[in-house]
């Protein structure tokens, strides 16, 4: 069956195809219309709410620095210093007694 052929039966088959009126399409696409809108809202006051609710979350968190939220400390209080870690002068103890 080339192209030619299956061109022909797509036309026969369209011919059975049960089309809706005007009036059905209109209506049919008014109804996907305000549903989607409807949708559109529902979802948008969700979002809202859970943006608005994790808002309230951090800035408690933030405001209260003696809650569950995350401990911030100071790296600079350390006592060793970045030279000493990488001196290789120091003896090690271990490897004295072996």
């Given amino acids: 069956m080339g192209l030619v052929g299956y061109l022909k039966e797509v036309k026969g088959e369209m011919k059975h195809v049960s089309w809706p009126s005007q009036r059905q399409v209109v209506i049919f696409t008014v109804a996907v219309i305000i ?5 559109a809202v529902y979802l948008g ?15 408690e968190s933030l ?10 400390t100071d790296i600079t209080t350390s006592t060793t210093s970045p030279e000493s870690a990488l001196d290789t002068t120091s003896t090690d103890t271990n490897l004295e007694t072996q």
Avoid: H
């Fill in 63 to 72: 405001s209260n620095p003696t809650s569950n939220a995350l401990e911030v």
């Fill in 35 to 39: 549903i989607s809108l409807l949708t």
């Fill in 45 to 59: 006051i969700f979002d809202y709410f859970f943006q608005e609710g994790i808002r309230v979350l951090l800035n």
